[in-house]
């Protein structure tokens, strides 16, 4: 019978930055496992984490030594920039159009347009 060493504990990504905080250090996570329960798992006297969520495996990081040090993935930045600008590959831009003409907006109590 094999027994799982590992250490294993659910902790939730940031709701806004895709990080993850293990030992007051910051690993990053792709954006769509903001504000997520994930699985952080690592070998007893290991030296890299994987990062879970809802079982599949996210994310894999070499842990370092100190504290507030963020650890990024080049892919993952990039991802959590792209979504943070809005822009999709698979979906064309989409475009506010305003069907008022701005003199008839109202503005607050006691101003004029």
Known sequence: ???DSDYAEVRRVHNVLPFVTIDA???SVPPEA???KVEIRRKVNG???EIRLAGRLIATHRLVAGR???VR???HRAAAQALALGWNSDRPDLRLIADHDDEHVA???G???
């Open 1 to 3: 019978m094999r027994f």
């Open 25 to 27: 250090n910051r690993y």
């Open 34 to 36: 903001l504000g997520h």
């Open 47 to 49: 030296v890299n984490v």
């Open 68 to 70: 507030r040090i963020d």
């Open 73 to 75: 993935n080049p892919e």
């Open 107 to 109: 503005g607050p109590p």
């Open 111 to 113: 101003t004029r347009r």
